[in-house]
């Protein structure tokens, strides 16, 4: 009961800050909400018993990538807010095509998964039991990291790679 | 149930009530200190030798004018001082101040909370201290805090690398990531992380210098240059609110580098029999009496080295600790697995 209180308060506040960081008009203050909206998925992740996850949230997300869009976003707005509401190339139907494909697919996704949801649980459950018993959070993330998902981990920091060498040749050609 | 709830209270209140009071002596520890390196005497007027001079500046502080220039961002303006201070202030959930004790028949931990990934925890909170001070310097409306936030964001980010990099060679040497556990581990191995890991405590004092925006790195508050930096535009109280930041940044990072590397509330070679006696000095007096002598470091270097120059700051925190804290991690593991 209060742990569904938590976190229908919760999720609602999260969406409000989601809300606010595209309905603010100043980026600046659309940056700091999507503070606020890092930190409240962090509350998640600890009321979810993810301590690890919802402090690498905090030291990634809210106190590492987003410190860079707002030195990038102050740098860029210093002379005049943008004009809002004012692009001529908007094309609205589009939008709301794609929002409506997306809802459909959420939707579906919610149809067909409802029923095979104990299965997906009892996989993971399996899973669990493979590993040794494992006490902390962070042993457990590290375990899965370094057997299970050690191909797309190591993928996904060559894209990082990728990513980095692209930003340095860049700033380089600019000279 | 009662319990589990007034503990916690009572330990948060005793806690946040002395950093306060602290920070207000520190400050005068300062002035004094400064005053003897230069030959002169510090404050002498408010009480004995100035011993009173802290309550007069609260006071003086609490009682001023909070002026709100007219064009400045009013939400982020009003924000950017809490969003200084509070992180500031919670850190101290995990630093342990000693073991545990018993009080009135009850045993009481002197720690807040003992989570298994305390060490993470500090480093996420204090890199959402910078903030306040990158907020500050847009909502003031003002060239100099402006360039004063973009200097202190770009030299966080920078130096966090290195540090984040330094602690996880710690975290390989311990084990563990909780701070309790972390001091537990220099009982087990005998022996001071500072002298396992040398290298990691020079580049985190000098990355600690430099995320406390303290001088030599204090150039986002450089007087000569930007007028005083990003808290120009403030006054009254909300300027004591970064004040007092950055002094409890200070005490965090002196008891962060007292749990990691001596051995926190532990008495000095704790398994070394001969040492025994030093036993009788309750462990918070040891972790208090070694925080002291990182405070007094701090200002003592305030008062020793001239303030680095931009370029020099970059260069060192990118070409020499990040390359320095990558092989430390190397050597670190391969000397764990080998053992």
């Known amino acids: ?175 | 149930m009662s319990e589990t709830w007034i503990l916690p209270l009572v330990q948060i209140a005793v806690v946040l009530n002395a950093i306060l009071i602290s920070v207000t002596y520190i400050v005068l520890l300062e002035r004094k200190v400064i005053a003897w390196v230069q030959s002169r005497l510090g404050p002498m007027r408010v009480g004995p030798w100035g011993t009173l001079q802290p309550i007069a500046d609260v006071l003086k502080l609490m009682l001023k004018e909070d002026i709100t220039p007219i064009r400045v961002d009013r939400p982020l303006f009003t924000l950017a001082p809490i969003m200084s201070l509070v992180p500031a202030l919670i850190t101290f959930a995990v630093i342990p101040f000693g073991g545990h004790v018993t009080l009135f028949g009850h045993d009481v931990p002197l720690f807040i909370a003992d989570v298994n990934i305390g060490l993470l925890y500090i480093v996420s909170v204090t890199s959402i201290g910078i903030y306040g001070i990158i907020l500050a310097g847009y909502a003031s409306n003002s060239k100099y805090p402006l360039l004063a936030g973009l200097r202190a964001s770009a030299q966080l980010i920078s130096y966090e690398v290195a540090v984040t990099m330094m602690l996880v060679s710690i975290v390989v040497t311990s084990g563990t990531l909780s701070m309790v556990g972390i001091g537990e581990a220099q009982r087990t191995s005998g022996v001071w992380f500072a002298f396992i890991q040398p290298v990691a405590l020079v580049v985190l004092f000098i990355g600690g210098l430099a995320e406390t925006n303290r001088s030599p790195f204090d150039l986002a508050e450089a007087e000569q240059e930007l007028t005083g930096g990003f808290h120009t535009e403030y006054s009254g109280m909300r300027f004591a609110l970064f004040f007092l930041a950055e002094y409890a940044n200070m005490i965090v990072v002196s008891g962060v580098m007292v749990t990691l590397f001596f051995g926190g509330w532990l008495q000095p070679f704790p398994n070394i029999a001969a040492l025994s006696f030093l036993g009788f000095v309750p462990g918070w007096i040891w972790f208090l009496v070694k925080v002291f002598f990182f405070l007094y470091l701090f200002i003592w270097i305030r008062a020793t080295l001239p303030r680095y120059r931009y370029d020099q700051l970059m260069r060192l925190g990118w070409k020499v600790l990040i390359p320095v804290a990558l092989v430390n991690l190397a050597v670190t593991a391969v000397v764990k697995v080998l053992r």
């Open chain 1, 1 to 175: 009961m209060m742990e569904a209180f938590a976190f229908y308060a919760l999720a609602a506040l999260i969406v409000g800050f989601g809300v606010m960081v595209i309905a603010a008009r100043n980026p600046v203050h659309s940056v700091v909400f999507l503070v606020l909206n890092f930190l409240g998925i962090a509350v998640m992740y600890v009321v979810l018993g993810a301590e690890f996850l919802a402090v690498i949230q905090v030291l990634v997300y809210a106190g590492g990538i987003v410190v860079l869009y707002l030195f990038v976003v102050m740098l860029v707005t210093l002379k005049r807010a943008p004009e809002a509401h004012q692009d001529p190339h908007r094309k609205t139907g589009l939008g709301v095509g794609l929002a409506a494909a997306v809802l459909a697919e959420v939707i579906a996704i919610l149809v067909y998964t409802s029923s095979a949801a104990p299965v997906l649980t009892t996989a993971v459950s399996a899973a669990a039991l493979k590993t040794p018993a494992l006490t902390g959070n962070t042993e457990q993330v590290g375990w899965a990291l370094y057997t299970d998902y050690l191909i797309p981990f190591e993928v996904a920091s060559m894209l990082l790679l990728a990513a980095m060498i692209g930003a340095i040749l860049f700033a380089r050609r600019a000279d």
